[in-house]
């Protein structure tokens, strides 16, 4: 069982960043390809970054490609994804999923576990 705790949302006006985080527990943190997703309301959750466990590559949602950046530190069991020039329709609840396997990573229904959400919102 691995836990998800999603830290680092907040509002910002457009143009601004932020970084979010995801910490997850457990000894196994290398061994997970991560995800970002996000929600907005009344919308379906979509697909925004991954990066994959061993090699780390990374693949991006078309409308984040540029802005958003997603990396990870195996040593502190943490993920991350930097946004930049930061838009009023990146307002949503971002998620942080893990999965075990390597492949359609962006694909939400792939993902094993989840965290709680942490929202994002974006003035104009």
């Known amino acids: 069982q691995v836990q998800l705790v999603e830290s680092g949302g907040g509002l910002v006006q457009a143009g601004g960043s932020l970084r979010l985080s995801c910490t997850a527990s457990?000894?196994?943190?290398?061994?997970?390809?991560m995800g970002w997703f996000r929600q907005a309301p009344g919308q379906e959750r979509e697909f925004v970054a991954a990066i994959s466990r061993f090699t780390a590559s990374t693949r991006y949602a078309d409308s984040v490609q540029g802005r958003f950046t997603i990396s990870r530190d195996n040593a502190k069991n943490t993920v991350y994804l930097q946004m930049n020039g930061l838009k009023p329709e990146d307002t949503a609840v971002y998620y942080c999923?893990?999965?075990?396997?390597?492949?359609?990573?962006?694909?939400?229904?792939?993902?094993?576990?989840w965290g709680q959400g942490t929202q994002v919102t974006i003035s104009s």
């Open positions: 999923a893990a999965m075990k396997g390597w492949t359609n990573l962006d694909r939400r229904h792939e993902y094993d576990y």
């Open positions: 457990g000894r196994t943190f290398s061994t997970y390809s």
